[in-house]
């Protein structure tokens, strides 16, 4: 009997502690429009980046090709020193022109504390943006739309309910 409570105990102690990761995590739909540009689709990551200007973790990657991520030269970096499986978080490039939308998890737990949300951007044989956008992860800036500086015209974040 005691081998049965324990057991009942440790099941609703993992489903309270998966509630609670999941509680901490939300959802936010993230509509970037491009720029008019002539070339190459851009490659574009999102990543966050932690207080300190550090890469922690790769949101989402416009792009599915490998071979050019080493384009994204920052990033890359970061991949090479501590790789990520970004399997599940990659989708095609953007053309000129193009709207996209996403959806990306973002931790809440690290909303006011000095973390960012960046966009890098690189098209073939053409200029390269290290921060493209770059959004502060605050209450704030996940409610305004940022303007890009070079093939991102900007990027709107929204909460998905």
Same mark, same amino acid.
């Given at each position: 009997?005691?081998?049965? &409570?324990?057991?009942?105990?440790?099941?609703?102690?993992?489903?309270?502690?998966?509630?609670? /990761?999941? /509680? %901490?995590?939300?959802?936010? *739909?993230?509509?970037?429009?491009?720029?008019?540009?002539?070339?190459?689709?851009?490659?574009?990551?999102?990543?966050?980046?932690?207080?300190?200007?550090?890469? =922690?973790?790769?949101?989402?990657?416009?792009?599915?090709?490998? *071979?050019?991520?080493?384009?994204? !030269?920052?990033?890359?970096?970061? %991949?090479? !020193?501590?790789? =990520?499986?970004?399997?599940?978080? #990659?989708?095609?490039?953007?053309?000129?022109?193009?709207?996209?939308?996403?959806?990306?998890?973002?931790?809440?737990?690290?909303?006011?504390?000095?973390?960012?949300?960046? &966009? =890098?951007? /690189?098209?073939?044989? %053409?200029?390269?943006?290290? #921060?493209? @956008?770059?959004?502060?992860?605050?209450?704030?800036?996940?409610? %305004?739309?940022?303007?890009? *500086?070079?093939?991102?015209? &900007? @990027?709107?974040?929204?909460?998905? =309910?």
């Amino acid at each position: 009997m005691k081998s049965l &409570f324990k057991n009942i105990i440790a099941v609703l102690a993992i489903g309270i502690a998966s509630m609670t /990761a999941s /509680a %901490q995590s939300a959802k936010y *739909k993230c509509m970037l429009q491009m720029n008019s540009y002539s070339g190459e689709g851009a490659y574009i990551v999102v990543s966050l980046i932690n207080p300190k200007g550090q890469y =922690e973790k790769t949101l989402y990657v416009m792009g599915d090709d490998r *071979k050019w991520y080493k384009s994204l !030269k920052e990033w890359h970096k970061s %991949q090479i !020193k501590m790789p =990520e499986n970004i399997s599940a978080v #990659t989708g095609a490039s953007a053309n000129g022109g193009d709207r996209n939308v996403t959806t990306l998890e973002l931790d809440e737990t690290k909303v006011n504390k000095g973390y960012k949300i960046s &966009f =890098e951007s /690189a098209v073939e044989d %053409q200029k390269y943006y290290t #921060t493209e @956008v770059e959004i502060p992860l605050t209450t704030e800036g996940l409610s %305004q739309k940022t303007e890009g *500086k070079g093939y991102i015209k &900007f @990027v709107k974040l929204s909460k998905v =309910e």
